[in-house]
């Protein structure tokens, strides 16, 4: 397994960017794939340090990577209270289309091919098929 651990400022999606590359020059992953990973592994990063962790730079965003046959097995946890994922309204609503929230939760699940919500939805699991 191979993780990361970085402070919740948002400038440090670009370690996140950059993990997900160093991921991506030892294992073969097509174009789409490798896409699609970068937004939602990005998104959830940015997720977490905004609203779990609410930039506060002394909490840490925990990203983790493990293979497993065909499947890359992502997780992204923080140190914030959670959050029900069934409570984020959805953005595709036309009542929701001009409303802030919501957009990043539904990408990732748009993206990916399974999302698991754990801890109170402080962690996000987040599969790809390779």
């Not at 937004?39 to 940015?46: H, W």
């Amino acid at each position: 397994m191979k993780s990361l651990t970085v402070s919740s400022k948002p400038e440090n999606i670009a370690l996140v960017e950059k993990f997900i590359d160093e991921m991506r020059s030892e294992i073969n992953i097509g174009d789409d794939v490798y896409g699609n990973i970068l937004i939602s592994i990005t998104e959830a990063a940015n997720n977490a340090i905004i609203h779990g962790n609410q930039l506060d730079e002394n909490k840490f965003v925990q990203i983790g990577l493990r293979c497993r046959q065909n499947k890359l097995i992502f997780t992204v946890s923080d140190e914030g209270k959670g959050f029900d994922p069934n409570n984020v309204p959805d953005p595709t609503l036309e009542a929701n289309l001009e409303c802030c929230g919501g957009r990043g939760v539904f990408i990732i699940n748009q993206l990916s091919h399974a999302v698991r919500y754990l801890n109170n939805g402080s962690t996000i699991k987040i599969i790809f098929k390779i």
